[in-house]
C-alpha cells in the first residue's frame, strides 16, 4: 500500500536559508493560528509535560506570541505532489539569544488539487521527546539558534 502522507523519506528538503517572499507570504497567512496553537499547546503541556515549555513559562501569553514576519529567521522547503512543505525557524523576542528562544514550524501550501490551492495552512508546532543516554527522557518544544531546522512530523 502507498502512503499519501508527505515523509522525511519522500520529500527532500532544501538547505537551510534566509525566508523569501513566497515564505513570508506562507507565514502571514498562518500566523494567527500558528499564535492560538502556541498558546493552546503550552497551556495543555503545562499541566501534563510542563518541561516541553519550560525556558517561556515566565513569559506572558503577549510575550510569548509577540512574533512577526521579521522573526522569521529560517526556512526549509520540500515539494512533492500535493504541494510545498515549509519549515520555519522562528524567534521569540521576548527571550535572551543565547539560550532556547525559538520554535521550530511545518506548514503546507497546497497545490492545484486541495480546496484552497496556494493557501498556506499550519501543519504542526515542533515538539521532541527524546531519550537521553542515561534512559531519561527530555521533552521540549523551545529550541536553540544552534539546533538545526529538519523535517519533522509532531
Known sequence: MVSNF???ETVELGP???PKEESLKAFSEIEHELKKTL?????TYLKHEPEYFAPVQSLSDADLTSFKSSDLEQVRVGVSAYGLHLFGKLR???MPDSGPAYIHFRAF???DGHQEPGVA?????????REEPDGG????AIFTKDDPLEWFDT
Open 92 to 94: 521569540i523576542p521576548a
Open 137 to 140: 527522557r527530555k521533552y521540549r
Open 109 to 111: 501550501v497546497g497545490g
Open 6 to 8: 508527505a515523509t522525511a
Open 16 to 18: 537551510p536559508h534566509a
Open 39 to 43: 498558546l493552546h499547546m503550552k497551556h
Open 121 to 129: 495552512k499550519l501543519h504542526s508546532i515542533h515538539t521532541e521527546d
